[in-house]
């Protein structure tokens, strides 16, 4: 069964700290992928998609997120996070082209200290 | 971006009662339209999919018999929690998958509390 990984449970950073908060998904063939934002009390956001072509996804609000297939991961990265993007962060996974459910991580809550 | 309503945000209701929680598209029609339970500090967890005018699929170990979904129509999918118990207690959310998209995305609602007592 596919299986996808987070693997910091809560992140802490100050105000201008890059960050980066991976996931890890545990299939082989055509994936979709996906990075979801909960702000508290608000329901999921997409940030951004990943389906085909250039590996290096530009999201909302500065985010992007790199798609290495040979390390089946699709890492967030924002350069320099602000005390409102403090949320909790969920990796997904589409198999199966567009038909396929999503598959989320755990979620990474991210607290960003002012 | 396209928005899914939940209505009601929350409920509190008695052991043995059934509640009903409505999702909705609001500007666009949803051929397939998911329900998940959220767990504290869990991820989603998919209990069933559904496509307007069919039955729902549910996933494994998602008692159908419990869980009723009924997706009438494109813009309105509905999840009746029957002879509820303090166990179903969790926050439950819908999905709606645009079909117009030829980049097909999930929007979420903002989901529904419920608290069996």
């Known amino acids: 069964a596919q299986s996808v990984s987070q693997h910091n449970h809560h992140v802490i950073l100050s105000e201008a700290a890059s960050l980066e908060l991976g996931c890890n998904y545990s299939?082989?063939?055509?994936?979709?992928l996906f990075w979801y934002v909960q702000y508290p009390g608000q329901h999921l956001q997409l940030l951004l998609k990943?389906?085909?072509?250039?590996?290096l996804v530009k999201g909302i609000k500065g985010f992007e997120a790199e798609f290495i297939k040979s390390k089946f991961s699709f890492n967030l990265r924002k350069p320099s996070v602000q005390w409102s993007d403090t949320a909790e962060y969920f990796c997904?996974?589409?198999?199966?082209?567009?038909?396929?459910?999503?598959?989320f991580g755990k979620g990474t809550k991210l607290s960003v200290k002012p | 971006g396209a928005v899914v309503s939940q209505h009601p945000s929350w409920v509190i209701c008695k052991s043995g009662t059934s509640v009903k929680i409505e999702c909705r598209s609001l500007?666009?029609?949803?051929?397939?339209m998911f329900w998940y339970r959220q767990f504290p500090k869990q991820s989603l967890m998919l209990m069933a999919t559904?496509?307007?005018?069919?039955?729902?699929?549910?996933e494994q170990g998602v008692e159908k018999d419990k869980f009723l979904i009924n997706h009438a129509s494109l813009t309105l999918s509905t999840l009746t929690v029957t002879s509820a118990h303090p166990e179903d207690s969790s926050f439950y959310i819908c999905?709606?998958?645009?079909?117009?998209?030829?980049?097909?995305?999930?929007?979420f609602g903002p989901g529904t509390r419920l608290l069996v007592l």
């Open positions: 299939y082989g063939g055509t994936v979709n």
């Open positions: 500007d666009f029609q949803a051929t397939t």
């Open positions: 997904a996974v589409r198999d199966g082209g567009s038909q396929g459910n999503l598959i």
């Open positions: 999905s709606a998958r645009d079909g117009a998209e030829t980049k097909e995305t999930q929007y």
């Open positions: 559904s496509n307007e005018g069919s039955k729902a699929t549910y």
């Open positions: 990943y389906f085909s072509g250039d590996p």
